[in-house]
T-cell receptor, first 112, second 112 residues
Framework: GQNIDQPTEMTATEGAIVQINCTYQ??????LFWYQQHAGEAPTFLSY????GLEEKGRFSSFLSRSKGYSYLLLKELQMKDSASYLC?????????????FGRGTSLIVHP | DVKVTQSSRYLVKRTGEKVFLECVQD?????MFWYRQDPGLGLRLIYF???????EKGDIPEGYSVSREKKERFSLILESASTNQTSMYLC???????????FGDGTRLSIL
């Protein structure tokens, strides 16, 4: 099985930078996804990491260290609309199943 | 753009009723999933299907069944609804497992 940990809630100020961490334990790591979910809406894909390093997409970046079982999502120049839940999902290829397992999500509140 | 459509956004049913939740995707994806999402517990996999008439149990299949008679449609069935099945239900689909999942808008189901 997998153990995926994310902080439950974070708050930040508009215009600031926030880093949301995700730690995991797997026996056959095969990729990590980040999703954004606004209240009452579907999760939407943000980023995918399978190799170590940083992936940048505009204001959002995601980092992965496979040896440490660690990823983070970095949000720059925060806007009010970034208030949402951020879900980390890890794919474990051990046992032949490639279905991602989701963490419990981090609720981010951006205030003026 | 991939579209995953769930038949109802809100549904209220009574204990003991048989409940059907429908999901349709328009991108000819092989794989479809049903999750439930509860506060503090995140997304938990109920069932998934990798082809027509094929299904596999997820992490919490008890009390649920599924049907996949056509590639584009994946139905979740609550054989005899109980109050502990009150939840948000999300359907998702993907073509291959190194791609992100595409989610429907969710069905908020209340069992009274």
């Amino acid at each position: 099985g997998q153990n995926i940990d994310q902080p439950t809630e974070m708050t930040a100020t508009e215009g600031a930078i926030v880093q949301i961490n995700c730690t995991y334990q797997t026996s056959g790591f095969n990729g990590l996804f980040w999703y954004q979910q606004h209240a009452g809406e579907a999760p939407t894909f943000l980023s995918y990491n399978v190799l170590d390093g940083l992936e940048e997409k505009g204001r959002f970046s995601s980092f992965l260290s496979r040896s440490k079982g660690y990823s983070y999502l970095l949000l720059k120049e925060l806007q009010m609309k970034d208030s949402a839940s951020y879900l980390c999902a890890v794919r474990d290829g051990a046992g032949g199943s490639y279905i991602p397992t989701f963490g419990r999500g981090t609720s981010l509140i951006v205030h003026p | 753009d991939v579209k995953v459509t769930q038949s109802s956004r809100y549904l209220v049913k009574r204990t003991g009723e048989k409940v059907f939740l429908e999901c349709v995707q328009d991108m000819d994806h092989e794989n479809m999933f049903w999750y439930r999402q509860d506060p503090g517990l995140g997304l938990r996999l109920i069932y998934f299907s990798y082809d027509v008439k094929m299904k596999e149990k997820g992490d919490i299949p008890e009390g649920y069944s599924v049907s996949r008679e056509k590639k584009e449609r994946f139905s979740l069935i609550l054989e005899s609804a109980s109050t502990n099945q009150t939840s948000m239900y999300l359907c998702a689909s993907i073509d291959s497992f190194n791609q992100p999942q595409h989610f429907g808008d969710g069905t908020r189901l209340s069992i009274l």
